[in-house]
């Protein structure tokens, strides 16, 4: 029995796309990426700042970084995403392209095109790359999903008034609410 022919696609790919197209690659995989809306950039926004202020305010060596930016999750040419949002502790991962390897956390903020490649694929993808905690806000429903990577895929799922621990940072607690 033939098997299908089934398209592989490169980092040279997404390179290649029409100006102002953006897509993701997993696993060989071209994903298209929608513009965000408003409500997904003020989040975006908003929790990056937070962020941001907080590792400022303690001296860090963190980074945040919001899309697009590229993160090179293997060392192959056939993972290539955007997170909404990336923190990165190790500089060594970084140079003019973006970031090569795992970063140390994720924010993504689901769109409702597509809200199940965060909660499936990317959630594999970022736990087997190495990421130590994931979160997967998701406006329509006003909820958080944390994934803490490091203590064995412990989960918790917060509502956007909860205060939310962040698992990297001992001592930082995010209200989304409390950010608009």
């Known amino acids: 029995m033939a098997l299908a022919n ?3 696609y490169t980092i040279d790919d997404i390179y290649a796309l ?7 690659l997993i696993d ?3 994903y298209n990426m929608a513009p965000p809306s408003t409500s997904h950039q003020r989040i975006v926004f908003r929790l990056s700042s937070a962020i941001n202020n907080y590792i400022q305010q303690k001296s860090g ?5 919001i899309s697009p930016f590229a993160v090179f999750l293997n060392e192959d040419d056939r993972n290539y995403v955007e997170p909404d949002i990336c923190i990165i502790c190790d500089n060594n991962k970084l140079d003019d392209c973006g970031c090569h390897g795992a970063p140390d956390w994720i924010i993504e903020v689901t769109s409702p095109s597509d809200p199940q490649r965060d909660y499936g694929i990317k959630l594999f993808k970022y736990r087997t790359a190495g990421v130590r905690e994931y979160w997967i806000v998701n406006p329509q429903k006003k ?12 989960s918790n799922q917060y ?7 962040v698992c990297i940072y001992n001592d930082l607690v995010i209200n989304i609410n409390k950010l608009f």
């Not at 999903?145 to 412990?154: P, T």
């Not at 509502?159 to 621990?165: A, E, G, L, T, Y």
């Open 61 to 65: 060596a963190c980074e945040v970084f």
């Open 18 to 24: 029409p100006e102002g197209q953006r897509a993701e």
């Open 6 to 8: 089934i398209n592989s």
């Open 159 to 165: 509502n956007f008034d909860d205060d939310i621990p």
């Open 143 to 154: 909820t958080v999903m944390v994934y803490d990577f490091e203590k064995e895929l412990l």
């Open 28 to 30: 060989g995989k071209l």
